[in-house]
């Protein structure tokens, strides 16, 4: 069963994590934080997608388990949960080739 409310929670905290890398980068801040602050923004992306899918969100910090783990209709659902949540917030610019995103 989707649960859309923990999905959105999930996405809060990634845009969050995605808005820190933004500022930081171009501020010309601390890169080696912003690389964390990357890689917290795709883990809370894709937790987001299992909680949307009702599915139990792996206790894990690694990307390659939690993509890995995603069936490939989960992962490709994922740009489209972050429009379908999401339409107008930073994180579409991530899928968009070529856009400044500040």
Known sequence: MH????AEEWLA???KSLETAILLNRENHYTDVIAIDIQQTVE?????LYAFEGIKIPRTH???????NAN???RGGLI?????LRPESQLNAITEYGQDMS
């Open 72 to 74: 490939r209709r989960q």
């Open 13 to 15: 905290f990634a845009e």
């Open 80 to 84: 489209r949960l972050l429009f379908h």
């Open 44 to 48: 809370k992306a894709l937790k987001a």
């Open 3 to 6: 649960n859309r409310k923990l």
């Open 62 to 68: 690694s990307l390659d388990i939690l993509f890995n």
